[in-house]
Nanobody
Framework: DVRLVESGGGLAQAGGSLTLSCVVS????????VGWFRQAPGKEHEGVSCIVNEDGSTHYADSVKGRFTISSDNAKNTVYLQMNSLTPEDTAVYYC?????????WGQGTQVTVSS
C-alpha cells in the first residue's frame, strides 16, 4: 500500500515557525515529486511547494517564497517543509502529495493554525 503520513502541524503564533514532515512508503521515492498543497476554509486548494527527488529541484508558490523551505531525505523517504514567518493567512490543512506523470497519491492532511 502507498502511504503518505504527515506530521508536525499544530498551533503557532504569527511570526513563528513550524516544520511539517511527510513520510512516504509503498512507492519508489526517488521517482516522484513530493510536496505540499493546502486548503484553507473558503479558499481554493493551493499548491505550496514541491521537490523533484530525481534532480532535487524545488518549487514554491509566490505566497510562501522566502519563508518556506522544502527538503527531502531520500534515505528516510521523508519530505520536510520548514515554515518560517508564519502569518494567519497560512492557516490551512496541509496535504502531502506524491506525483509521477499521471499518478498521484495524497496524505490525510495536517492542520496548521496561526494565531495573530
Amino acid at each position: 500500500d502507498v502511504r503518505l503520513v504527515e506530521s508536525g502541524g499544530g498551533l503557532a503564533q504569527a511570526g513563528g515557525s513550524l516544520t511539517l514532515s511527510c513520510v512516504v512508503s509503498g512507492i519508489t521515492f526517488h521517482d516522484y515529486a513530493v510536496g505540499w498543497f493546502r486548503q484553507a476554509p473558503g479558499k481554493e486548494h493551493e499548491g505550496v511547494s514541491c521537490i523533484v527527488n530525481e534532480d532535487g529541484s524545488t518549487h514554491y508558490a509566490d505566497s510562501v517564497k522566502g519563508r518556506f523551505t522544502i527538503s527531502s531525505d531520500n534515505a528516510k523517504n521523508t519530505v520536510y517543509l520548514q515554515m518560517n514567518s508564519l502569518t494567519p493567512e497560512d492557516t490551512a490543512v496541509y496535504y502531502c502529495h506524491g506525483i509521477r506523470t499521471t499518478t498521484a497519491y495524497w496524505g490525510q492532511g495536517t492542520q496548521v493554525t496561526v494565531s495573530s
